[in-house]
């Protein structure tokens, strides 16, 4: 009897610890490699979710300060600025990419090289104000001009 009632907790915690990270999805992750002496650079992504949900937060081992930012024109000028959260509309995609809404890493505490990854978590909030984390291996990529015209 014992066994069963561990068995149906058990069955419980795992379907709602994985509807709780589901709360959103997360695609074609990459961050932009540096160089030594560079202190801070951009990651980018879609991310997706059924129901909607907030991204309150980042963080990665790798960087001293991790941020929403968004990028915009105001007055013929382009301007970047920190944002306390981000909407994710249900059943909609927001792209975070250079030029618009992305991830900044600041004081990096190395370079990050070409072909490595680096470890981020998002914090998500749901409409009931339930946190949720996401894991992601960000690939880093050189921006180079030969990458970005191979034929």
């Known amino acids: 009897m014992?066994?069963?009632?561990?068995?149906?907790?058990?069955a419980a915690a795992f379907y709602f610890g994985n509807a709780t990270a589901q709360v959103a999805q997360v695609s074609e992750p990459w961050a932009r490699a540096t160089v030594q002496g560079q202190k801070a650079t951009g990651a980018f992504m879609t991310i997706t979710s059924k129901e909607g949900a907030k991204l309150v937060g980042i963080s990665s081992p790798v960087a001293g300060i991790?941020?929403?930012?968004?990028?915009k024109m105001e007055k013929d000028v382009m301007k970047m600025s920190a944002l306390?959260?981000?909407?994710?509309?249900?059943g909609k995609s927001v792209d975070?990419?250079?030029?618009?809404?992305?991830?900044?890493?600041?004081?990096?505490?190395?370079?990050?090289?070409?072909?490595?990854?680096?470890?981020?978590?998002?914090?998500?909030?749901?409409?009931?104000?339930?946190?949720?984390?996401?894991?992601?291996?960000?690939?880093?990529?050189?921006?180079?001009?030969?990458?970005?015209?191979?034929?």
Do not use: C, R
């Open 96 to 151: 975070l990419k250079p030029g618009s809404y992305h991830v900044m890493l600041m004081d990096l505490k190395a370079p990050l090289a070409d072909n490595s990854n680096l470890p981020m978590t998002l914090t998500f909030e749901n409409a009931k104000g339930v946190k949720s984390k996401i894991e992601l291996q960000v690939p880093v990529k050189s921006m180079n001009m030969q990458q970005q015209h191979k034929h």
């Open 84 to 90: 306390p959260s981000l909407d994710i509309p249900a």
């Open 66 to 71: 991790s941020e929403i930012h968004e990028m």
């Open 2 to 10: 014992k066994f069963m009632q561990f068995l149906s907790f058990f």
